[in-house]
């Protein structure tokens, strides 16, 4: 079975996967998907793998254009992805109106579940977020870091401790079963990373890559959207 390969940052994730059987339905072919940390992704296309779409930052789509890696002309805006609070599905939620609270709540948890900080949108942005807080070394042994959004979340479900939160993109709690999101990140302390998807130079299937960015970014497409956590359109963003 002839399988389209894509790179993508884990915020795609259920979005890709919402479409893939419209997109087999249509070019008969299966996905092949590799979901990470946004720097990792693009790490992976520098150093030569093969990759037919590129769904990532749109900071880093750019950089990728620039570095011939991506065609430019496709790039296209998939939407919005917030930077939010999780809690598992059973756990009463929290509350995170300002950093007092976003404080408050984070010296409270026992155990704080988040993606690569290092490498990942919402990782880099967390850590930021405990230094500007002044509380990155009070929870730096409670900290436990995951390669990317959804595997946090999944740990998270899997948590036994008393009161274990997590922070990563919306899209990655979202579609990730046994937690929910608890709220964005207070006025401040926000994070609104948009997404691109792009063609690789480098695509074995041009044709087939343009199908599904045509169903990513479709009109018909945005209650798939909206649902998967990417709440605005393209031509919302423009």
């Known amino acids: 079975m002839t399988k389209l390969k894509i790179l993508s940052g884990g915020a795609a994730?259920?979005?890709v996967a919402s479409l893939a059987?419209?997109?087999?339905?249509?070019?008969?072919?299966?996905?092949?998907?590799?979901?990470?940390?946004?720097?990792?992704?693009a790490g992976k296309l520098?150093?030569?793998?093969?990759?037919?779409?590129?769904i990532l930052s749109s900071a880093l789509i750019d950089e990728l254009a620039r570095e011939n890696l991506v065609i430019g002309g496709s790039i296209s805006d998939l939407g919005l992805v917030e930077t939010a609070i999780a809690v598992r599905a059973a756990d009463p939620p929290v509350r995170v109106r300002d950093a007092a609270s976003l404080k408050n709540v984070l010296l409270e948890a026992d155990v704080i579940f988040v993606p690569d900080t290092r490498m990942s949108t919402a990782g880099i942005h967390v850590a930021r977020v405990l230094e500007q807080l002044g509380i990155a070394e009070t929870v730096a042994t409670r900290l436990k870091i995951y390669p990317n959004g959804a595997t946090?979340?999944?740990?998270?479900?899997?948590?036994?401790?008393?009161?274990p939160i997590g922070c990563t993109q919306a899209t990655e709690i979202i579609n990730?079963?046994?937690?929910?999101?608890?709220?964005?990140?207070?006025?401040?302390?926000?994070?609104?990373?948009?997404?691109?998807?792009?063609?690789?130079?480098?695509?074995?299937?041009?044709?087939?890559?343009?199908?599904?960015l045509d169903l990513l970014?479709?009109?018909?497409?945005?209650p798939l959207r909206t649902e998967a956590g990417f709440p605005e359109a393209r031509n919302q963003l423009q």
């Open 152 to 163: 946090a979340m999944s740990h998270l479900a899997e948590s036994r401790a008393a009161r």
């Open 217 to 222: 970014i479709g009109k018909e497409q945005q």
């Open 176 to 212: 990730t079963r046994g937690v929910k999101p608890s709220g964005s990140l207070p006025p401040g302390y926000d994070l609104s990373t948009l997404y691109t998807a792009a063609i690789a130079t480098g695509a074995t299937h041009r044709k087939q890559s343009q199908v599904l």
């Open 13 to 15: 994730q259920g979005l």
């Open 46 to 54: 520098r150093a030569g793998t093969k990759a037919d779409l590129v």
């Open 21 to 41: 059987a419209k997109f087999k339905q249509q070019t008969d072919f299966d996905i092949e998907g590799e979901f990470g940390a946004v720097g990792a992704m």
